[in-house]
């Protein structure tokens, strides 16, 4: 597989990822760590279809400490990033848990192989200021310093499970179907533990469900493996901040969310910045 290949195969993970806001209002009253449980539960899933292509053999050979990895990826970000929304639902929290990108980008100078150049930092932090257009500009209640604290943990997690996949180069990607299983177990624990059980509502919630379980909580995990595994990581970070701007274009597309000058300029940041690290990674 080409790297032009892989990183348009890991982009497809953020074009999932932009519909996670919608199915996840599609969803309500679903409490977060049952969301999670269902939808993870749906993802594995999938993962086992797709690894019995290949035969379940292909996951014996895999280390212990790969799958507690990546379960650990999973499931850590998702519990960070509840918690931080429910200790301080508000845009500045969604705006530092959107750090991951430029932290991936950052971290990826560090990975063996891997050359990161000025132009890959200026297109991500123009890419951060359209998406912090998007972020800062929706309404939110207050902060906490514990809730974006979290945040910032959880930015950290997913870009450091993120550029670590990068050195689990020869770990096939249907080793993502285990990460999966088990953050649905672990997720429906914590549920256990710490919520009340509130199903989805009607034919609408269920198929809410099942489309992050198809799509952003599912398919997106095993084809950002393969971008992070295989494809341009610089460029694949920077064009990470997509996400929030086609999440708001989803919203408005369905009535959620009225246009507004601020998506316009956001979409210039975010696609010059892009550009930017596209040129650079061109160039390499």
Same mark, same amino acid.
């Given at each position: ?24 209002? @599609?969803?309500?009253? !679903?409490?977060? $760590?049952? =969301?999670?449980? /269902? &939808? ?8 086992? #279809? ?90 939110? @209640?207050?902060?906490? !310093?514990?809730? $974006?604290? =979290?945040?910032? /943990? &959880? ?8 550029? #670590? ?99 316009? =300029? ?19």
């Amino acid at each position: 597989m080409t790297q032009t290949k892989a990183t348009a195969i890991g982009f497809t993970a953020v074009l999932m990822w932009s519909l996670l806001a919608l199915f996840t209002i @599609g969803s309500a009253p !679903v409490p977060p $760590l049952l =969301l999670n449980a /269902l &939808c993870f539960g749906i993802g594995g899933m999938i993962g086992l #279809l797709w690894t019995a292509r290949r035969g379940f053999g292909v996951l014996r050979g895999v280390s212990w400490k790969v799958y507690a990895f990546g379960t650990l990826g999973l499931f850590g970000y998702h519990l960070l990033y509840f918690t931080a929304f429910r200790l301080s639902p508000s845009a500045e929290t969604g705006l530092i848990a959107y750090l991951w990108p430029l932290f991936i980008v950052l971290l990826s100078g560090l990975l063996p192989g891997e050359r990161l150049r000025a132009p890959h930092v200026i297109g991500a932090l123009i890419a951060f200021a359209g998406a912090a257009v998007i972020v800062l500009g929706r309404e939110g @209640g207050e902060g906490s !310093v514990l809730g $974006l604290g =979290l945040a910032f /943990l &959880c930015a950290l997690t997913w870009a450091g499970y993120s550029v #670590l996949s990068r050195r689990l180069g020869d770990v096939p990607t249907e080793s993502v179907t285990v990460f999966c299983l088990a953050t649905a177990v672990l997720s429906a624990g914590a549920h256990l533990a710490l919520e009340d059980t509130v199903w989805p509502v009607g034919a609408l919630g269920w198929g809410a469900v099942l489309a992050l379980g198809i799509g952003p909580v599912g398919a997106a995990f095993f084809t950002w493996d393969i971008g992070m595994k295989r494809g341009d990581i610089q460029l694949l970070g920077v064009a990470s901040y997509a996400a929030p701007l086609l999440s708001t274009l989803a919203l408005v597309a369905a009535g959620i969310t009225s246009p507004s000058w601020a998506i316009a =300029l956001a979409a210039v940041l975010i696609a010059g910045g892009a550009a930017l690290a596209a040129r650079a990674s061109a160039g390499t």
